[in-house]
């Protein structure tokens, strides 16, 4: 498959070097990306007369393993989408392989017949690849249209960082000419929120930008906290833009409702073992000093050649389930101890692990 | 005479040897006064330094002139000035004066057994006195007190009191009298001492007057000193006692600075050295040579020339030094509150060289900003009083509070920080001159960056620190032990109201089961209630918000701070609940935030007494 190679190196490249962060889509993005390179894959696979969906599955599953190993440490943003679009398409396809155990058995003695099955196996499977992609595309309009129930008049919302999802929520909330106002914190250290505000005010919505140390202050004049996250977890909590945690904590305190909006490219079928040291990621600590300023400071080492001064600038944060309210996704809203149900809609159980190579 | 000197408590005057004083070095200590230096440690000759305003001006002591002296004089003297006064009741300086001198005249008087003429001069002090507009308050307060304190000891701080106003008001006085004062005293010298007298013999009512000047000057200037020990002693540090005054005083009794009389070029020496030159009066009262007497006037272009000679002093001290000797400021409340805003700018552009502790070097700066305003001026009591409450309440409160909070520190200590606070500040270097070994972390906020100013210094003292934004706390909180915060006040419920996301660093030790403490001196303690941050706050400027420092590709929303329907919010402050708080160090001890209430009524009245 030197083709299939050649699109797979590519978007390991881009994951690698983190291409596919900047702009709204990040998510939807990689999802895309990785769904329509799925589909490019299956479609060019010459698929041998047995062991169709095996060999499918497996064709998929080291596609899986190369673009996870590019982007390792960052399985929110990224496994959830791969494992969406990976487990969805052996899902399918061993709903085939089942049905088609029989049929295969007949069929034997006809090539024809085989080559029409495989090719129809495959067809299988590039559609449901080809639905994965749809529902991710349309995902937005869906939750957006939830948002007329949660938002009524004279209502303050505080969202945090940027999140497309969140903001097509508000832009419909407002089209249905309800009255609210929205605080935006910035979202150290990538100060997304500007962005976000910006979009905001453009479609005419009163936004307020606020510093991430003031939603503490901000919290109590709030009706509803409304985020996008990168992930959503197997026990239903989530992994969100760093400071998510403090805002989530706040909203408790001041029991004031943490809505997640989530696609289902979000869902991830992980459990996490110590979030916030395996599911993070460190950024370059010159986003907080300027290293010219501080460059005194940085070569300064104690007696045993220790450095003095250290930067941490984690990207990401992890909210455990008990804080959150409510997650509305693309088929209605879920308290987070459903969300395992919802995971395992998408995901095969044995496909959990991309890894181990099963030799069934 | 010691006796009406005992209840005095103030500092030693050789220690401060501001003043009007220009005079007494040289007669007392025969040589030129060298002490015209800026600050008051240097102990000085038996001349009383205290009284006078001048920071550094060798102060003429503080002497309580011979009784015979006086008493000789002070009939004479008392009757003239008592007419001299009265009708002299324009300037309210003046008036001021007049109610000082007379009180002091009449406090000497008293001891002098001259009771007499004492119930005259109280009568044409308040006559005087009531023309006087918000000066002549103090004043007519003082002329209250007056009666009590000549009769007992313990009205030594009242005459004090008085004669504190008498020599501020004595020294505005003084420019408008001079030229009598000169001829007076010339006069008042010729008759005396038989030394040669420069001018004509005025008049005995000039004479008079001018004696009753000097006199008054005297008198104003022995309690001045008392007063500026209290102040001195706040300010250069208290190592003075009291009680020494009263031997100053009296050692400082014989030599009287009558340099100037017989000897000009004395004077001119000693107005050479002296950071404020004040031009000694001509004629001084023999019963108040013991306080500084200056000519007005003459400094001010002096000092105008030196203004950027003068590293250490503060430009905001300078020019209220200046406003002072130029008579802009006058009147008790007028001073104390400019002094007081000119130290808080000072304070708030004073930074902690590398070298020095906050604690010591602030006081010395301090120390030295009191001096040079008080060679300006003698403090009056209100500001004595004031800088009596910094040092205690600020300075020696934030040293009880180090010494509390090391206590908490541990080795092997993580210890959390956010922004910067001067008194975490010093508690973790304090600890860590102790030895102890901890690491600390810094987190940061914007827009205003404070952490990394705390950063640099703790860096540069050699403590290993983490520096983290404030979003990445619950990242970091796992590996931290305690978390120190410091706050701008403490409110009645226990709600600790500092720098905004404090409130959110709290939180989250909180969740983790970390220890919060905070540390606030007591002075922050307030009355007040709040239940959130937003029924009281301060907002500071949004356009600060749109830009990031460093970061130029952030500016979505360059030019979007005046749109009414994209807002940005900078908020200064916000609001700890109390139960996030596991303990305020103040300098009253380690308290829980319940027993703020407590602190606020009860010893707060105390202070009030101070």
């Known amino acids: 498959m030197p083709g299939t190679h050649t699109l797979v190196n590519e978007l390991v490249t881009k994951l690698k070097k983190r291409l596919v962060q900047r702009g709204w889509r990040v998510h939807r993005e990689t999802a895309l990306l990785t769904a329509e390179l799925l589909r490019s894959v299956i479609s060019q696979l010459k698929v041998p007369a047995t062991n169709q969906a095996e060999t499918l599955i497996d064709a998929v599953k080291s596609v899986g393993k190369l673009l996870v190993a590019a982007n390792p440490v960052g399985p929110p943003s990224r496994s959830p989408s791969l494992h969406a679009i990976l487990d969805r398409t052996p899902d399918s396809e061993r709903a085939h392989h089942s049905s088609r155990a029989g049929d295969s058995f007949e069929g034997k003695g006809k090539s024809a017949d085989r080559n029409a099955e495989s090719w129809k196996l495959k067809h299988d499977v590039i559609r449901a690849v080809n639905e994965l992609i749809e529902d991710i595309n349309s995902c937005h309009e869906q939750i957006a249209e939830q948002s007329v129930e949660l938002i009524h008049q004279n209502e303050s919302l505080l969202t945090f960082g940027r999140s497309r999802t969140v903001r097509e929520f508000l832009c419909a909330a407002k089209e249905k000419r309800r009255s609210f106002r929205v605080f935006v914190a910035e979202g150290a250290p990538k100060y997304q929120?500007?962005?976000?505000?910006?979009?905001?005010?453009?479609?005419?919505?009163?936004t307020t930008v606020i510093t991430d140390s003031?939603?503490?202050?901000?919290?109590?004049?709030?009706?509803?906290?409304?985020?996008?996250?990168?992930?959503?977890?197997?026990?239903?909590?989530?992994?969100?833009?760093?400071?998510?945690?403090?805002?989530?904590?706040?909203?408790?305190?001041?029991?004031?409702?943490?809505?997640?909006?989530?696609?289902?490219?979000?869902?991830?079928?992980?459990?996490?073992?110590?979030?916030?040291?395996?599911?993070?990621?460190?950024?370059?600590?010159?986003?907080?000093?300027?290293?010219?300023?501080?460059?005194?400071?940085?070569?300064?080492?104690?007696?045993?050649?220790?450095?003095?001064?250290?930067v941490v600038n984690p990207a990401f944060d992890y909210v455990p389930p008990e804080l959150v309210s409510l997650f509305i996704t693309d088929i209605g809203g879920y308290n987070p101890s459903f969300v395992h149900r919802l995971i395992s809609d998408h995901y095969s159980a044995d496909d959990l692990d991309l890894q181990k190579r099963t030799t069934s | 005479m010691d006796s009406r000197r005992a209840p005095r408590t103030v500092s030693d005057p050789k220690v401060r040897k501001v003043g009007f004083f220009t005079a007494p070095p040289d007669r007392s200590l025969s040589g030129p006064p060298d002490h015209r230096i800026f600050?008051?440690?240097?102990?000085?000759?038996?001349?009383?330094?205290?009284?006078?305003?001048?920071?550094?001006?060798?102060?003429?002591?503080?002497?309580?002139?011979?009784?015979?002296?006086?008493?000789?004089?002070?009939?004479?003297?008392?009757?003239?000035?008592?007419?001299?006064f009265p009708p002299s009741a324009s300037p309210t300086s003046?008036?001021?004066?007049?109610?000082?001198?007379?009180?002091?005249?009449?406090?000497?008087?008293?001891?002098?057994s001259l009771p007499g003429g004492l119930g005259f001069d109280i009568a044409a002090l308040k006559s005087a006195a009531s023309s006087v507009p918000a000066s002549g308050l103090t004043t007519v307060s003082v002329v209250n007190n007056f009666p009590i304190g000549i009769s007992e000891k313990g009205g030594g701080v009242a005459v004090e009191m008085q004669n504190d106003q008498s020599t501020r008001s004595k020294s505005l006085k003084e420019k408008t009298t001079k030229a009598e004062r000169r001829a007076l005293q010339e006069a008042q010298r010729a008759a005396k001492a038989a030394a040669k007298a420069e001018g004509g013999t005025t008049p005995a009512a000039a004479s008079g007057a001018a004696a009753s000047v000097t006199m008054k000057s005297t008198k104003s200037v022995k309690p001045p000193p008392s007063l500026k020990n209290d102040s001195a002693t706040v300010a250069a540090s208290e190592k003075k006692g009291g009680d020494r005054p009263t031997e100053k005083d009296r050692k400082k009794e014989v030599p009287q600075p009558r340099m100037q009389y017989d000897d000009k070029s004395r004077v001119e020496k000693a107005k050479r050295r002296a950071v404020v030159k004040q031009t000694e009066a001509r004629n001084r009262v023999e019963l108040f040579?013991?306080?500084?007497?200056?000519?007005?006037?003459?400094?001010?272009?002096?000092?105008?020339?030196?203004?950027?000679?003068?590293?250490?002093?503060?430009?905001?001290?300078?020019?209220?030094?200046?406003?002072?000797?130029s008579g802009d400021i006058c009147g008790g409340n007028a001073r104390c509150i400019a002094m007081l805003q000119a130290f808080q700018e000072a304070i708030k552009d004073y930074s902690t060289p590398p070298e020095k502790t906050l604690a010591r070097d602030l006081t010395a700066k301090?120390?030295?900003?009191?001096?040079?305003?008080?060679?300006?001026?003698?403090?009056?009591?209100?500001?004595?009083?004031?800088?009596?409450?910094?040092?205690?309440?600020?300075?020696?409160?934030?040293?009880?509070?180090?010494?509390?909070?090391?206590?908490?520190?541990?080795?092997?200590?993580v210890l959390l920080t956010y922004g910067s606070s001067s008194a975490v500040e010093m508690v973790l270097l304090h600890a860590h001159e102790l030895g102890k070994q901890f690491r600390v972390v810094v987190v940061d906020s914007r827009p205003k960056l404070e952490g990394q100013l705390l950063l640099r210094r703790l860096v540069g003292k050699g403590i290993n620190c983490t520096y983290t934004h404030i979003n990445a706390i619950s990242y970091i909180m796992h590996e931290v032990t305690r978390v120190f915060l410091g706050a701008s006040s403490v409110l009645s419920n226990g709600t600790v109201y500092s720098r905004v996301g404090t409130a959110c660093v709290a939180m989250v030790a909180h969740s983790f089961h970390v220890p919060v403490l905070v540390c606030c001196e007591a002075y922050k303690f307030h009355e007040r209630v709040q239940l959130d941050s937003i029924c009281s706050n301060e907002l500071g400027d949004p356009d600060v918000i749109s830009k990031v420092r460093g970061r130029e590709d952030i500016n979505f929303l360059d030019g979007s701070s005046n749109s009414a329907i994209l807002q940005l919010l900078?908020?200064?402050?916000?609001?700890?609940?109390?139960?996030?708080?596991?303990?305020?160090?103040?300098?009253?001890?380690?308290?829980?935030?319940?027993?703020?209430p407590v602190i606020v009524r009860e010893y707060r009245r105390e202070h009030l007494w101070i």
Do not use: W
Not at chain 2, 94 to 112: C, I, L, N, Q, Y
Not at chain 2, 581 to 588: A, F, G, L, P, R
């Open chain 2, 366 to 413: 301090i120390g030295s900003y009191v001096s040079f305003l008080i060679e300006c001026r003698p403090l009056s009591i209100s500001m004595g009083n004031a800088i009596r409450f910094i040092n205690e309440k600020i300075i020696l409160a934030d040293k009880v509070i180090v010494k509390h909070a090391v206590t908490k520190i541990s080795d092997g200590d």
């Open chain 2, 570 to 596: 900078n908020l200064i402050y916000d609001a700890t609940p109390s139960d996030y708080v596991s303990m305020i160090i103040t300098d009253y001890g380690m308290v829980p935030p319940t027993s703020v």
């Open chain 1, 193 to 206: 929120g500007h962005a976000l505000a910006k979009d905001l005010g453009a479609r005419g919505i009163q």
């Open chain 2, 289 to 325: 040579r013991h306080l500084p007497q200056y000519e007005r006037g003459t400094q001010l272009p002096e000092l105008e020339s030196k203004l950027f000679e003068l590293d250490p002093m503060h430009p905001a001290v300078y020019k209220v030094g200046l406003q002072y000797l």
């Open chain 1, 214 to 310: 003031a939603v503490f202050a901000m919290i109590s004049r709030v009706n509803m906290v409304v985020v996008g996250v990168h992930a959503v977890m197997a026990n239903g909590g989530v992994i969100g833009p760093v400071g998510l945690n403090m805002v989530a904590l706040a909203a408790r305190k001041h029991a004031v409702p943490f809505v997640v909006v989530a696609g289902p490219h979000k869902l991830c079928p992980l459990y996490p073992q110590n979030p916030h040291v395996l599911l993070n990621e460190m950024r370059c600590p010159s986003e907080l000093l300027q290293d010219g300023e501080f460059s005194d400071c940085m070569g300064v080492c104690n007696g045993s050649g220790n450095p003095l001064l250290n």
């Open chain 2, 39 to 84: 600050s008051f440690l240097t102990s000085p000759p038996p001349v009383v330094d205290n009284s006078s305003p001048s920071a550094g001006n060798s102060l003429s002591p503080v002497m309580i002139p011979p009784p015979r002296h006086s008493s000789a004089n002070l009939s004479p003297l008392r009757r003239d000035s008592a007419e001299y």
């Open chain 2, 94 to 112: 003046f008036s001021d004066d007049v109610a000082a001198a007379a009180m002091g005249r009449g406090a000497v008087a008293a001891s002098s």
